[in-house]
């Protein structure tokens, strides 16, 4: 069983950057896609960002390019987030979550996730 834990979440004015951490413990990091999703009240679940087994790929949705990175440390079994120049309509809940595979949709499992307040 694969655990995830997200933190680094919080409130922050537009234009401010955060870092978020995703922890995971169980059976082997670097044998998962790891990757971020984020979903904001009344709205959709978003895929935000993915990172493959090595980190030598990544992913960004549109929505976030240019200000989102993300970047994983298999030693440390930890994936990150740093998110630059936050806008308000990045507010939302962000979850990590394990995938077996680059292109799927199915993933094995997700941390309880983390609030992100942007103010304006």
């Known amino acids: 069983q694969v655990q995830l834990v997200e933190s680094g979440g919080g409130l922050v004015q537009a234009g401010g950057s955060l870092r978020l951490s995703c922890v995971t413990s169980g059976r082997t990091f670097s044998s998962y896609v790891m990757n971020w999703f984020r979903q904001a009240p009344g709205k959709e679940r978003e895929k935000v960002a993915a990172?493959?087994?090595?980190?030598?790929?990544?992913f960004h949705a549109d929505s976030v390019k240019g200000r989102f990175t993300i970047s994983r440390d298999n030693a440390k079994n930890t994936v990150y987030l740093q998110m630059n120049n936050l806008k308000p309509e990045d507010t939302a809940i962000y979850y990590c979550?394990?995938?077996?595979?680059?292109?799927?949709?199915?993933?094995?499992?997700w941390g309880q996730g983390t609030q992100v307040t942007v103010s304006s």
């Open positions: 990172i493959d087994w090595s980190g030598g790929s990544t």
């Open positions: 979550a394990a995938s077996r595979w680059w292109r799927t949709s199915e993933y094995e499992y």
